[in-house]
């Protein structure tokens, strides 16, 4: 008889019951590759199981709870008895993983942890191992398959805002409250969790700034597919000077650019770094048979050891205002003069027009620019002024562009 690994379930849902599956159908093969019979003994929900007969009866204690409370305290505690733990967790992690790292250390254990971030998608072992020995520069990541579902939804059939988010709910892309999806905060918080490891320097979710996809209108895709534009929600992580930028916004992107073909609830992220150039990973970003994969790999990984746990080498300073492109979009009277009072101002801040298009008349006129990048906060500072002009009929709308390709 092979000897048994015992796995204790936290959680039994939309993940964790596709998990319990998986693991009894793959169990032969698992044995195979290990020499070990991996054995569900013990599952955690709101109404079954009691946790601590789970792990004193458990080698690897897999968390599919989600939330901080009491995933955080169950973790920890399975981890000081001396408990592997895989986890999706990506609020915890990037609110505790500095807490949770140092505890799987004290303690000699794994904390593994790759569904946390796009899914199936295998971004956390590259970063972890692959490329452990690259120095990266700057990731970029579309690292929520809701909002990804929601734009492509907009540019391809000119649905509203609202129509794609409905669209999305029903297919069973998005959740009954999509707040944390479309406001950013889910990918902020995946992001944390990729800059961590991209950076080995600790990075919490309030570091993160984001924003969301809420305000995004029919009309600005339409007119940025005039100028070759395409509109993602974009993480990036990147070293600016001595320090770390890492934030997650709508941004535009040329078409040449590897996640502008990124369409659907795919996630994908590109990591870019001197010696290695570019590389792009994606694939599904969620579902529950797609995340309980990736959770199993990591189960499988544990059972062969060893594997690192986050180190800190690092300690960069986290940066808020750096450069960008954006497109900008006025809604002004036609009259004479607009565009150039409109430049002026853009100008007395450095920001320089790369391409603009004039659309509409009387009372639809509209001016729709791309500028060079330019300080966020001089591009506001002139954007505010835009604002206050007496030819301008609405509120201007202002979304960032990655202004580059790869070739
Ligand atoms: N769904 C996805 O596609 C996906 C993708 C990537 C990562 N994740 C992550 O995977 C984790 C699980 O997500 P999910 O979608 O499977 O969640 P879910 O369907 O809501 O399932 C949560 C499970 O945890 C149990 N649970 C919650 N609080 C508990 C508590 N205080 N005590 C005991 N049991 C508790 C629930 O018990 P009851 O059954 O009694 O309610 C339920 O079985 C989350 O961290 C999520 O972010 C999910």
Redesign the pocket.
Known sequence: MPETFRIGL???????SAFAELLAARADQIEAITGLRPELRGV????RGRFDEIVEDADLVVE????LD?ARDYVLRAMSAGRHVVT???QLLSQHGEELWAAAREHGVQLRFE??VA?VVPVIRVLQESLAGAHVDRLHGIVNGTTNFILTRMAETGASYADALAEAQRLGYAEADPTEDVNGKDAAAKMAILARLAFNTPVHLDQVTYEGIEHITADDMEYARDLGLGLKLIGTAERIDSGLSVRVHPAFLYGGHPLASISGPFNAVTIESQAITEITLSGPG???PQ?ASAVLGDVISAMIPPASTPETTERLSVVTDVESAFYLHLEVADRPGVLAQVAQLLGLQGASIRSVVQKGLGENARLVMVTHPILESRFYAAVDLIGGLDFMRSRPRAIRVIDEEFV
């Open positions: 936290l959680g039994h849902g939309t993940v964790g955690l929900t709101r109404s599919l709870m989600g939330g009491p999706a967790n990506k569904a946390a899914g969620a579902g529950g995340t």
